[in-house]
Every structure is written in C-alpha cells, then in structure tokens.
C-alpha cells in the first residue's frame, strides 16, 4: 500500500500531534499542505468539520486525531504508544481527553492565538480571553506537576504513550507566549517532562522538517468564526 498522506497546514497543533507519532514509528509519510485551500470544497470534502488533521491511507479516509492516532498506531509497525496493560491505557486515554477538553482550548485557542497567531497578523490581542484562560491554565500545569513530581519520565511513568505526544505541541504553542515564559518556572517537574520531550530524537527529526515559522494566512478568519467567548 503507498505511504499514508496527513493533510493540514504546518504550524497546526493537532497535525503536529500525528507528525510526532508517525515520525516516532518511523512510518514514511507525505504531507499536504491545506493552507490555501481551508474551509473550501477540496478541504471540506476531506473533513466537514472544517478542521484539520485528516490521514489517508490507501483508500481509507480519516479524520479526529484521537482516532488517527489509534489507527496509526495499530496499523503501522514501530514501538507500540498504547500500553497494554487496561488501567493504563485507560489513564493515557484521560490524558489524551484532557488535552482535547482543557489544555488545547486554554492554551491555544485562548492564550497562544490571542498572543501569537492573530499579533503575527496585527489583530490586537482581547485581554478578557487571555484573562478567563489563565487560572485555567495554572490548573492544567498544576495537575501535570502533581503527576510528574513521583519521578515519573512521561505521563505515565517509565513508558511514552501517544499522551506525551497529545501534550507536547501545546505545551510548546504556549511557550512561545509571555505568560508561558512567566508561568512555566513555576512548574519544574512539568519543565523537566518538557526538556525530555522537546530533546527527543523524534521532536527533533520533525521540527527539523517543518517550514520556517510564518503567519497563518486563514487564522484570519478565525477572530470572526470562532474566537472563544471567554
Ligand atoms: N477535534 C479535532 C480538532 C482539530 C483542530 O481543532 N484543528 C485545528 C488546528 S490545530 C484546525 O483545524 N483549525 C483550522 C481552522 O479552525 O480553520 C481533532 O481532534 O482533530
């Protein structure tokens, strides 16, 4: 079967998620960038939430990165990210829930786009997100503090699990934001988690692929259809 095609725009953070976790099994992929294309026809055809990541594989089409994760996981060789063990699995599935449900939103759509994605595009930035977002936020850093501080390497102790994957891009989105950089110190398990991710050789052999950082031309849009509401 040809090699799997992941299709969204590059500085996304949940494409970045499935990137993480091809690259970590080493399975050979070709990405195509949706940038000019988000929200049209071609995009909405892929995926009529509008969103992005999709995987093809042969001939088989799916989008929702919990799923594409598992599939990919399953479907391709390379170290397993799923434990076997059930009360594990069912904790990384909490974290990956997690992400999904509280650190994402906070983190990126609130803190990271306000911040970075609309500055970059001189949208100024609406303090009362960034404002509701932040206790959040400190709540997030607070539960990965209390869960690292055991001595534990990843999420969920001595083993990666596609939950570190899940984490990682944004944790390192909201870095790049003043209050990142304010915040994090006060976390240093969760810096340490952040070190040994960052200085994986899989983070590195993805970052090192990816474009130069620019502006995100269709984020425009984004401050009219769904900035948060705080
Ligand atoms: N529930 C989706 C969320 C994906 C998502 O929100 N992706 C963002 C990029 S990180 C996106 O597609 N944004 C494009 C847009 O809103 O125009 C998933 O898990 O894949």
Not at 29 to 39: A, I, N, P, V
Not at 92 to 110: D, G, L, R
Not at 210 to 218: C, E, F, G, S, V
């Amino acid at each position: 079967m040809s090699d799997p095609i992941v299709y969204g725009f590059p500085r996304s953070t949940y494409v970045n998620i499935v990137r993480l976790i091809l690259t970590h099994k080493d399975v050979a992929y070709t990405f195509e960038d949706l940038e000019t294309m988000m929200g049209k026809q071609e995009h909405l055809a892929l995926h009529p939430f509008d969103r992005v990541p999709i995987l093809r594989h042969g001939d088989f089409t799916i989008y929702e990165t919990s799923a594409i994760a598992s599939y990919v996981d399953e479907a391709f060789a390379g170290p397993r990210l799923t434990p076997q063990d059930v009360r594990a699995r069912g904790r990384m599935n909490q974290w990956i829930s997690a992400v999904n449900s509280y650190y994402y939103p906070y983190m990126i759509c609130h803190v990271t786009h306000e911040r970075v994605v609309f500055a970059e595009l001189g949208i100024p930035s609406d303090e009362k997100v960034v404002a509701h977002a932040l206790p959040k936020v400190e709540l997030g850093l607070g539960v990965l503090e209390r869960e690292l501080s055991h001595g534990k390497d990843y999420l969920l102790g001595s083993e990666l699990t596609l939950a570190d994957f899940f984490m990682l891009p944004s944790t390192f989105a909201f870095s790049l934001t003043e209050e990142g950089r304010t915040m994090y110190p006060k976390f240093p398990a969760f810096c340490r988690w952040r070190e040994r991710m960052e200085n994986l050789p899989t983070t590195k052999r993805q970052r090192a692929i990816l474009p130069p950082r620019a502006p995100i031309p269709h984020a425009r849009e984004w401050a009219n259809s769904h900035r948060p509401r705080y």
